[in-house]
């Protein structure tokens, strides 16, 4: 089993609607989850990134996370051309300094 | 803030070569990272520094690689004998220093080509 797994897609959405990425991870010491934005050819962008069971929300990104399930979600609320990009889901596990990052979910907003 | 730089942004070597990468962090970080991303796949942890002290180093980093932030400002990363197989994406990373799981902000990359 990966560390951090997530559907590598492709995740196709219209327009104006909803993007929901999931993420799983095997260490139950994960403490900090992130979500990362990546354009083909260049470097992961920080999108979320958050520490406590619960939503967060920001602009139109929520993130999700639930510890008991070992499960992090992103949604992206009116979605729009400009997300089509892969997202990366990290992991931190506590004390440890490395992130472990999922082989990403490719998302496609068609206009 | 400029943000994380790398330096050069392409590479393109023979087998058998060595090269050198470069990495300047967001001035205020002193936790530098090192990973490698091939395509289709996440960034895969090689190496971190805390200041100047290189604290970690992944199973991933062989012999052949080595890191250095002498001055705990910029760091290089060198690849010495370069193999097909170390073509991938060189990124790194910076984060400040309250403890572990800080968010980290990533530079554009060096992306290496072995011939």
């Known amino acids: 089993q990966k560390e951090v797994e997530q559907n590598s897609g492709p995740l196709s959405v219209p327009e104006g609607a909803i993007a929901s990425l999931n993420c799983t991870y095997s260490d139950r010491g994960s403490q900090s989850f992130f979500w990362y934005r990546q354009y083909s050819g260049k470097s992961p962008e920080l999108i979320m990134f958050?520490?406590?069971?619960g939503d967060k929300e920001d602009g139109r990104f929520t993130a999700q996370l639930n510890k008991a399930s070992q499960y992090v979600s992103l949604l992206i609320r009116d979605s729009q051309p400009s997300d089509s990009a892969t997202y990366l889901c990290a992991v931190n596990v506590y004390n440890n300094n490395d992130m472990r990052f999922g082989a990403g979910t490719r998302l496609t907003v068609k206009p | 803030d400029t943000g994380v730089s790398q330096d050069p942004r392409h590479k393109i070597t023979k087998r058998g070569q060595n090269v050198t990468f470069r990495c300047d962090p967001i001035?205020?970080?002193?936790?530098l990272y090192w990973y490698r991303q091939t395509l289709g796949q996440g960034p895969e942890f090689l190496t971190y520094f805390q200041n100047e002290a290189q604290l970690e180093k992944s199973r991933l980093l062989s012999d052949r690689f080595s890191a250095e932030r002498p001055k705990g400002s910029f760091s290089t990363l060198e690849i010495q004998r370069t193999e097909q197989g170390d073509s991938a994406m060189y990124l790194c990373?910076?984060?400040?220093?309250?403890?572990?799981?800080?968010?980290?902000?990533f530079g554009d990359g060096t992306r290496l080509s072995i011939l």
């Open positions: 990373a910076s984060s400040l220093d309250r403890q572990a799981g800080q968010p980290q902000h």
């Open positions: 958050i520490y406590s069971n």
């Open positions: 001035s205020e970080h002193n936790r």
